[in-house]
Protein backbone atom coordinates (compact mmCIF):
# COMPACT_ATOMS: atom_id res chain seq x y z
CA UNK A 1 0.00 0.00 0.00
CA UNK A 2 1.12 3.50 -0.93
CA UNK A 3 2.00 5.76 2.20
CA UNK A 4 -0.26 8.30 1.23
CA UNK A 5 -3.00 5.98 1.20
CA UNK A 6 -2.04 4.42 4.46
CA UNK A 7 -1.67 7.91 5.74
CA UNK A 8 -5.28 8.58 4.78
CA UNK A 9 -6.86 5.47 6.13
CA UNK A 10 -5.49 6.24 9.44
CA UNK A 11 -6.56 9.61 9.49
CA UNK A 12 -10.00 8.50 8.16
CA UNK A 13 -10.86 5.48 11.09
CA UNK A 14 -9.01 8.07 13.46
CA UNK A 15 -11.90 10.81 12.94
CA UNK A 16 -14.77 8.50 12.93
CA UNK A 17 -13.64 6.83 16.07
CA UNK A 18 -12.54 10.00 17.83
CA UNK A 19 -15.64 11.91 16.80
CA UNK A 20 -18.24 9.11 17.17
CA UNK A 21 -17.01 7.14 20.26
CA UNK A 22 -17.93 9.22 23.54
CA UNK A 23 -17.73 6.15 25.38
CA UNK A 24 -14.12 6.50 24.67
CA UNK A 25 -11.89 9.68 24.33
CA UNK A 26 -8.54 10.06 21.70
CA UNK A 27 -5.39 8.82 23.89
CA UNK A 28 -4.23 12.43 23.73
CA UNK A 29 -7.23 13.65 26.43
CA UNK A 30 -6.65 12.84 30.25
CA UNK A 31 -8.34 9.75 30.42
CA UNK A 32 -11.23 9.82 33.19
CA UNK A 33 -10.22 8.36 36.54
CA UNK A 34 -10.60 4.51 37.66
CA UNK A 35 -11.62 5.52 41.28
CA UNK A 36 -9.45 3.66 43.89
CA UNK A 37 -7.92 1.08 42.40
CA UNK A 38 -9.26 -2.51 43.46
CA UNK A 39 -6.36 -4.76 42.36
CA UNK A 40 -6.48 -7.82 44.25
CA UNK A 41 -6.10 -11.44 44.12
CA UNK A 42 -6.96 -14.01 43.39
CA UNK A 43 -9.05 -13.13 40.17
CA UNK A 44 -7.10 -9.79 39.84
CA UNK A 45 -9.85 -7.31 38.48
CA UNK A 46 -10.84 -3.74 38.74
CA UNK A 47 -13.50 -2.23 41.21
CA UNK A 48 -15.38 0.71 40.48
CA UNK A 49 -14.40 1.87 36.95
CA UNK A 50 -16.43 5.05 36.18
CA UNK A 51 -18.37 5.34 33.16
CA UNK A 52 -15.66 5.65 29.57
CA UNK A 53 -13.17 3.48 31.18
CA UNK A 54 -14.25 0.82 28.76
CA UNK A 55 -15.41 1.00 25.07
CA UNK A 56 -19.24 -0.50 25.28
CA UNK A 57 -20.75 1.06 22.25
CA UNK A 58 -19.54 1.30 18.61
CA UNK A 59 -19.62 4.45 16.15
CA UNK A 60 -20.78 2.24 13.46
CA UNK A 61 -19.68 0.56 10.31
CA UNK A 62 -18.41 2.04 6.98
CA UNK A 63 -21.93 0.95 6.13
CA UNK A 64 -24.48 0.49 8.00
CA UNK A 65 -25.97 -2.45 9.14
CA UNK A 66 -29.14 -3.75 11.02
CA UNK A 67 -28.61 -4.66 15.04
CA UNK A 68 -28.05 -8.66 15.24
CA UNK A 69 -30.27 -9.48 17.57
CA UNK A 70 -28.02 -11.96 19.23
CA UNK A 71 -24.21 -10.69 19.27
CA UNK A 72 -23.36 -6.59 19.86
CA UNK A 73 -21.18 -5.65 17.56
CA UNK A 74 -17.90 -6.00 18.50
CA UNK A 75 -18.65 -9.96 18.42
CA UNK A 76 -19.72 -10.30 14.84
CA UNK A 77 -16.46 -8.43 13.90
CA UNK A 78 -14.79 -11.56 16.02
CA UNK A 79 -16.87 -14.13 14.23
CA UNK A 80 -16.14 -12.48 10.22
CA UNK A 81 -12.42 -12.37 10.99
CA UNK A 82 -12.59 -15.94 12.30
CA UNK A 83 -14.02 -17.42 9.15
CA UNK A 84 -12.67 -14.98 6.85
CA UNK A 85 -10.12 -16.75 4.59
CA UNK A 86 -7.05 -14.78 5.28
CA UNK A 87 -7.46 -15.58 8.96
CA UNK A 88 -7.78 -19.19 7.80
CA UNK A 89 -4.04 -18.40 5.50
CA UNK A 90 -2.46 -17.86 8.51
CA UNK A 91 -2.07 -21.26 9.85
CA UNK A 92 0.79 -21.58 6.63
CA UNK A 93 2.34 -17.79 7.12
CA UNK A 94 6.21 -17.89 8.64
CA UNK A 95 6.32 -16.07 12.69
CA UNK A 96 9.68 -16.08 12.37
CA UNK A 97 11.28 -19.67 11.19
CA UNK A 98 11.17 -20.20 7.54
CA UNK A 99 9.80 -23.93 7.27
CA UNK A 100 11.46 -25.63 10.69
CA UNK A 101 12.16 -28.93 11.31
CA UNK A 102 9.60 -29.29 14.29
CA UNK A 103 5.74 -29.65 14.88
CA UNK A 104 5.94 -27.00 17.73
CA UNK A 105 7.44 -23.51 16.16
CA UNK A 106 4.77 -21.03 16.12
CA UNK A 107 3.08 -19.39 12.76
CA UNK A 108 1.01 -16.24 12.39
CA UNK A 109 -1.51 -18.16 13.32
CA UNK A 110 -0.87 -19.19 16.97
CA UNK A 111 1.56 -15.85 17.30
CA UNK A 112 -2.00 -15.00 17.01
CA UNK A 113 -4.29 -17.08 19.31
CA UNK A 114 -1.17 -16.42 21.82
CA UNK A 115 -1.54 -12.47 21.68
CA UNK A 116 -5.50 -12.97 21.84
CA UNK A 117 -5.48 -15.02 25.35
CA UNK A 118 -2.69 -12.46 26.44
CA UNK A 119 -5.02 -9.26 25.82
CA UNK A 120 -8.16 -11.01 27.00
CA UNK A 121 -6.70 -11.88 30.37
CA UNK A 122 -5.27 -8.29 30.64
CA UNK A 123 -8.93 -6.78 29.07
CA UNK A 124 -10.82 -8.75 31.93
CA UNK A 125 -8.75 -7.72 34.61
CA UNK A 126 -9.26 -4.13 34.44
CA UNK A 127 -12.64 -4.33 33.13
CA UNK A 128 -12.50 -3.28 29.24
CA UNK A 129 -14.37 -4.92 26.39
CA UNK A 130 -13.59 -8.48 25.77
CA UNK A 131 -15.13 -8.62 22.44
CA UNK A 132 -13.98 -5.67 21.35
CA UNK A 133 -10.09 -6.60 22.42
CA UNK A 134 -10.52 -10.29 21.06
CA UNK A 135 -11.83 -9.24 17.41
CA UNK A 136 -8.83 -6.65 17.05
CA UNK A 137 -6.04 -8.90 18.21
CA UNK A 138 -7.68 -12.19 15.67
CA UNK A 139 -7.43 -8.98 12.62
CA UNK A 140 -4.37 -7.88 13.67
CA UNK A 141 -2.02 -9.75 11.06
CA UNK A 142 -4.34 -10.69 8.68
CA UNK A 143 -2.29 -8.60 6.39
CA UNK A 144 1.39 -10.07 6.97
CA UNK A 145 3.39 -11.02 3.99
CA UNK A 146 4.32 -14.66 3.35
CA UNK A 147 7.93 -15.60 5.40
CA UNK A 148 7.03 -12.73 7.94
CA UNK A 149 9.15 -9.81 8.37
CA UNK A 150 11.52 -10.74 6.05
CA UNK A 151 8.39 -10.69 3.51
CA UNK A 152 7.47 -7.31 4.83
CA UNK A 153 11.07 -6.04 3.90
CA UNK A 154 11.20 -7.87 0.28
CA UNK A 155 7.45 -6.20 -0.37
CA UNK A 156 8.77 -2.59 1.06
CA UNK A 157 12.38 -2.36 -0.88
CA UNK A 158 10.49 -3.42 -4.40
CA UNK A 159 8.13 -0.89 -3.54
CA UNK A 160 10.68 1.52 -3.33
CA UNK A 161 10.84 2.07 -6.75
CA UNK A 162 7.54 3.17 -7.12
CA UNK A 163 8.13 5.78 -4.17
CA UNK A 164 5.53 3.94 -1.81
CA UNK A 165 6.54 1.10 1.10
CA UNK A 166 4.74 -1.56 2.70
CA UNK A 167 3.72 -1.67 6.03
CA UNK A 168 1.48 -5.19 7.11
CA UNK A 169 -0.54 -3.36 9.47
CA UNK A 170 -1.97 -1.22 6.89
CA UNK A 171 -2.55 -3.98 4.14
CA UNK A 172 -4.15 -6.00 7.43
CA UNK A 173 -6.86 -2.85 6.98
CA UNK A 174 -6.91 -3.68 3.43
CA UNK A 175 -7.77 -6.93 3.85
CA UNK A 176 -10.51 -6.47 6.06
CA UNK A 177 -11.95 -3.01 3.88
CA UNK A 178 -11.54 -4.57 0.67
CA UNK A 179 -9.65 -7.84 0.03
CA UNK A 180 -12.47 -10.58 1.70
CA UNK A 181 -15.72 -11.40 0.27
CA UNK A 182 -14.48 -11.13 -3.06
CA UNK A 183 -14.16 -7.42 -2.91
CA UNK A 184 -16.74 -6.69 -0.71
CA UNK A 185 -14.68 -6.53 2.77
CA UNK A 186 -15.74 -7.20 6.05
CA UNK A 187 -17.35 -4.28 6.98
CA UNK A 188 -15.98 -4.23 10.31
CA UNK A 189 -16.75 -1.46 12.95
CA UNK A 190 -14.57 1.70 13.08
CA UNK A 191 -13.02 0.92 16.74
CA UNK A 192 -11.88 -2.80 15.14
CA UNK A 193 -10.73 -0.92 11.96
CA UNK A 194 -8.96 1.13 13.82
CA UNK A 195 -7.08 -0.86 16.53
CA UNK A 196 -6.16 -3.56 13.74
CA UNK A 197 -4.83 -0.34 12.31
CA UNK A 198 -2.62 1.06 14.81
CA UNK A 199 -1.19 -1.92 16.82
CA UNK A 200 1.72 -0.98 15.36
CA UNK A 201 3.62 1.70 13.82
CA UNK A 202 2.97 5.70 13.77
CA UNK A 203 -0.16 6.04 14.43
CA UNK A 204 -1.86 5.14 18.52
CA UNK A 205 -5.31 3.48 19.34
CA UNK A 206 -8.30 5.29 20.09
CA UNK A 207 -9.70 2.59 22.47
CA UNK A 208 -7.90 1.39 25.35
CA UNK A 209 -8.78 -2.08 24.35
CA UNK A 210 -6.92 -1.55 21.23
CA UNK A 211 -4.37 -0.05 23.33
CA UNK A 212 -4.01 -3.20 25.09
CA UNK A 213 -3.55 -5.22 22.12
CA UNK A 214 -0.91 -2.99 20.55
CA UNK A 215 1.12 -4.04 23.94
CA UNK A 216 0.24 -7.26 24.10
CA UNK A 217 1.46 -8.22 20.46
CA UNK A 218 4.99 -7.18 21.74
CA UNK A 219 4.60 -9.32 25.38
CA UNK A 220 3.37 -12.23 23.19
CA UNK A 221 5.90 -12.21 19.92
CA UNK A 222 9.02 -11.13 22.33
CA UNK A 223 8.51 -14.40 24.92
CA UNK A 224 7.49 -17.12 21.80
CA UNK A 225 10.03 -15.95 19.69
CA UNK A 226 12.49 -16.75 22.29
CA UNK A 227 10.82 -19.95 23.09
CA UNK A 228 11.35 -20.84 19.21
CA UNK A 229 15.05 -19.94 19.47
CA UNK A 230 15.76 -21.87 22.11
CA UNK A 231 14.03 -24.57 20.73
CA UNK A 232 15.63 -24.43 16.95
CA UNK A 233 19.39 -23.89 18.65
CA UNK A 234 19.88 -20.41 17.43
CA UNK A 235 20.13 -19.56 21.30
CA UNK A 236 20.89 -21.03 24.66
CA UNK A 237 19.18 -19.88 27.72
CA UNK A 238 22.81 -18.92 29.11
CA UNK A 239 22.70 -16.23 26.23
CA UNK A 240 19.42 -14.44 27.40
CA UNK A 241 20.79 -10.77 28.74
CA UNK A 242 20.65 -10.63 32.54
CA UNK A 243 18.84 -7.42 32.91
CA UNK A 244 15.76 -7.61 31.76
CA UNK A 245 15.69 -11.26 32.79
CA UNK A 246 16.52 -10.52 36.34
CA UNK A 247 13.43 -8.10 36.30
CA UNK A 248 11.04 -10.23 33.83
CA UNK A 249 11.97 -14.10 34.60
CA UNK A 250 13.96 -17.14 33.78
CA UNK A 251 11.13 -18.62 31.51
CA UNK A 252 8.55 -18.29 29.27
CA UNK A 253 5.22 -18.07 31.19
CA UNK A 254 7.67 -16.45 34.60
CA UNK A 255 8.33 -13.22 32.08
CA UNK A 256 4.64 -13.26 30.39
CA UNK A 257 2.69 -13.53 34.17
CA UNK A 258 5.26 -10.81 34.99
CA UNK A 259 4.55 -8.38 32.35
CA UNK A 260 0.59 -9.10 32.36
CA UNK A 261 0.62 -8.48 36.32
CA UNK A 262 2.32 -5.34 35.59
CA UNK A 263 0.40 -4.40 33.34
CA UNK A 264 -2.46 -4.54 35.21
CA UNK A 265 -1.51 -3.37 38.06
CA UNK A 266 -0.06 -0.55 36.86
CA UNK A 267 -2.69 0.20 34.45
CA UNK A 268 -5.35 0.44 37.18
CA UNK A 269 -2.91 2.95 39.72
CA UNK A 270 -2.58 5.23 36.68
CA UNK A 271 -5.62 4.99 34.91
CA UNK A 272 -4.12 4.76 31.66
CA UNK A 273 -2.95 1.60 29.72
CA UNK A 274 0.59 1.21 30.86
CA UNK A 275 3.64 -1.08 32.17
CA UNK A 276 5.75 0.07 34.62
CA UNK A 277 8.98 2.31 33.79
CA UNK A 278 11.18 -1.05 35.58
CA UNK A 279 9.03 -3.43 33.52
CA UNK A 280 8.70 -1.70 30.08
CA UNK A 281 12.27 -0.66 29.87
CA UNK A 282 13.35 -4.48 30.36
CA UNK A 283 10.75 -5.49 27.61
CA UNK A 284 12.24 -3.03 25.54
CA UNK A 285 16.05 -4.10 26.04
CA UNK A 286 14.92 -7.78 25.74
CA UNK A 287 12.96 -7.11 22.14
CA UNK A 288 16.61 -5.35 21.22
CA UNK A 289 18.90 -8.05 22.21
CA UNK A 290 15.98 -10.59 20.30
CA UNK A 291 16.51 -8.15 16.74
CA UNK A 292 19.94 -8.40 17.35
CA UNK A 293 20.74 -11.74 18.13
CA UNK A 294 17.60 -13.78 16.35
CA UNK A 295 15.81 -12.00 14.05
CA UNK A 296 19.25 -10.73 12.11
CA UNK A 297 20.85 -13.86 13.24
CA UNK A 298 23.47 -15.04 9.77
CA UNK A 299 22.64 -18.29 10.57
CA UNK A 300 19.13 -17.92 9.38
CA UNK A 301 20.36 -17.66 5.85
CA UNK A 302 17.25 -18.91 4.50
CA UNK A 303 15.43 -15.90 5.24
CA UNK A 304 17.64 -14.13 2.78
CA UNK A 305 16.20 -16.92 -0.05
CA UNK A 306 12.58 -16.65 0.99
CA UNK A 307 12.80 -12.68 0.65
CA UNK A 308 14.18 -13.11 -3.14
CA UNK A 309 10.82 -15.76 -3.97
CA UNK A 310 8.40 -12.53 -2.93
CA UNK A 311 10.45 -9.66 -4.73
CA UNK A 312 11.18 -12.26 -7.80
CA UNK A 313 7.09 -12.93 -7.58
CA UNK A 314 6.07 -9.07 -7.20
CA UNK A 315 8.36 -8.42 -10.43
CA UNK A 316 6.51 -10.87 -12.43
CA UNK A 317 3.17 -10.52 -11.71
CA UNK A 318 3.88 -6.99 -12.38
CA UNK A 319 4.54 -7.33 -15.66
CA UNK A 320 2.19 -10.27 -16.20
CA UNK A 321 -0.99 -8.35 -14.92
CA UNK A 322 -3.35 -11.27 -16.92
CA UNK A 323 -1.78 -13.59 -14.68
CA UNK A 324 -3.09 -12.03 -11.22
CA UNK A 325 -6.22 -11.76 -9.41
CA UNK A 326 -8.52 -7.74 -10.56
CA UNK A 327 -8.66 -6.22 -6.95
CA UNK A 328 -7.52 -2.73 -7.61
CA UNK A 329 -7.11 -0.24 -11.11
CA UNK A 330 -3.66 0.13 -9.36
CA UNK A 331 -1.23 -2.07 -10.82
CA UNK A 332 1.17 -1.92 -8.26
CA UNK A 333 -1.57 -2.08 -5.45
CA UNK A 334 -3.39 -4.72 -6.93
CA UNK A 335 0.56 -6.77 -7.58
CA UNK A 336 0.75 -6.12 -3.91
CA UNK A 337 -2.51 -7.59 -2.66
CA UNK A 338 -1.76 -10.69 -4.52
CA UNK A 339 1.88 -11.68 -3.24
CA UNK A 340 1.06 -10.32 0.03
CA UNK A 341 -1.80 -12.57 0.29
CA UNK A 342 0.21 -15.43 -0.12
CA UNK A 343 0.71 -18.57 2.18
CA UNK A 344 4.56 -19.80 2.63
CA UNK A 345 4.30 -23.18 0.66
CA UNK A 346 2.18 -21.14 -2.00
CA UNK A 347 4.52 -18.73 -2.10
CA UNK A 348 7.54 -21.44 -2.95
CA UNK A 349 5.24 -23.54 -4.92
CA UNK A 350 4.29 -20.81 -7.27
CA UNK A 351 8.06 -19.55 -7.47
CA UNK A 352 9.01 -23.09 -8.53
CA UNK A 353 6.06 -23.08 -11.29
CA UNK A 354 6.51 -19.51 -12.63
CA UNK A 355 10.72 -19.42 -12.73
CA UNK A 356 12.25 -23.38 -12.99
CA UNK A 357 11.93 -25.20 -16.03
CA UNK A 358 9.91 -28.74 -15.40
CA UNK A 359 12.11 -32.07 -16.26
CA UNK A 360 9.99 -32.08 -19.89
CA UNK A 361 11.62 -28.31 -20.59
CA UNK A 362 14.84 -29.83 -20.00
CA UNK A 363 16.74 -30.58 -23.22
CA UNK A 364 19.13 -34.10 -22.95
Known sequence: ??????ESVRRVVAAHVIA?????????????????????????????????????????????????GVRNPFQRDR??????????????????FISPDGDHFRTRLTHTLEMMQVSRTIARALDLNEDLTEAIAFGHDLGHAPFGHVGEEALARVLEDHGRTFRHNEHSLRVVDHLERDGAGLNLTHEVRDGILNHTGRGYPSTREGEIVRTADRIAYVNHDIDDALRAGIIASKDLPEGPISVLGGTTSARIDTLVRDMISTSAERREITLSERVHEALIELRGWLFENVYHNPSLRRSDRAGNVVAALFEHYLHNPEERPRTDPDPVVQT??????????????TYERVFLPRPDEISP
Open 79 to 96: DRILHAKSFRRLMHKTQV
Open 20 to 68: HAPATPPSSTPRPALGPPGVTEPGVRVKDVEPGWACTTSAGRPRPEAPD
Open 336 to 349: VDFVAGMTDRYALA
Open 1 to 6: MEDGLG
